[in-house]
């Protein structure tokens, strides 16, 4: 495989949509996805079970592309979120936000890990918050919020941390202009810059049932000393287009979300 000089790293967020495991078939699309997507990072959400991101690596390599894995298991759940990265970019000290699963007894809890990448230095924040649209779900997602807001504003305060770029990404499952109070909270004291609903072209990334789609997934960029971030990179992949196919056998056999993908200077 050639290998070239980047002055960027491109950190991706893709949910799987491993609810009831992923078959054989839906396997090699997303190996074909996750090469076409050719980040230096990916947050992966609905890994199931743990021992996948194995066969994605493995999958990977039999195409000429090397990724590491970090993951942590949920203590409940068939649902992870890890980690697949590149060689060259380092991904350490793997912990959860303790409590980050709010008043959802079975929810996720975040992930967090510090990333380097030559002059590129972050902690990165991996949620898959409560789903649904009632008000019963959102006041879940509002106590799971909580719990990953004071994390990061605390994190703000930490010696060491205190001027260090801050990622936040992953399943919000929420909509933005809807899901206020979620938005509110997850900020943590309005210290994160939810990129991905002023900088992102695209209005969606969960295909639903009816062909339609929204907005669920988010990317987020701590709002002061982040001046790695490249403005405007942040997009939605069609990996759908990329596979030559419609958004509703995407849907159907790959995933019922695109990833999001951004830019990052590591000089």
């Not at 380092?90 to 809890?109: H, L």
């Not at 510090?114 to 230095?121: E, H, P």
């Not at 938005?183 to 994160?192: I, K, R, S, V, Y």
């Not at 002061?224 to 196919?245: A, E």
């Amino acid at each position: 495989m050639p290998k070239f000089e980047h002055a960027h790293a491109r950190i991706a967020v893709w949910n799987l949509a491993g609810f009831g495991g992923i078959s054989d078939a839906r396997k090699a699309q997303q190996i074909e996805g996750l090469a076409m997507l050719d980040a230096e990072l990916v947050t992966l959400v609905e890994v199931n079970p743990v021992s996948y991101l194995d066969e994605l690596i493995t999958g990977l390599a039999d195409i000429g592309l090397s990724y590491e894995k970090t993951i942590l298991p949920q203590d409940h759940g068939s649902l992870h979120i890890g980690f697949l990265h590149k060689s060259g970019m380092e991904v350490k000290n793997p912990r959860f936000i303790v409590g980050s699963e709010g008043d959802y007894a079975n929810g996720r809890k975040a992930i967090v890990v510090d990333v380097k990448c030559g002059k590129f230095s972050a902690v990165l924040i991996g949620v898959h918050l409560k789903s649904g649209r009632d008000r019963d779900e959102q006041k879940l997602r509002d106590s799971q919020c909580k719990v990953i807001g004071d994390y990061i504003k605390t994190l703000r305060e930490t010696p060491g941390f205190k001027t260090k770029t801050i990622l936040l990404m992953g399943d919000f499952n929420m909509i933005p202009g809807q899901d206020v109070s979620n938005f509110h909270h997850l900020g943590g004291d309005d210290l994160m810059d939810f990129v991905s609903n002023w900088d992102l072209q695209d209005r969606f990334s969960h295909i639903l049932d009816k062909g339609r789609a929204n907005l669920l997934d988010g990317f987020a960029v701590s709002r002061t000393y982040s001046t790695d971030y490249i403005r405007g990179s942040l997009r939605l992949f069609p990996m759908h287009w990329s596979l030559d196919k419609g958004r509703e056998w995407f849907k159907d056999e790959v995933s019922d979300h695109l990833p999001f993908v951004a830019n990052f200077k590591i000089y």
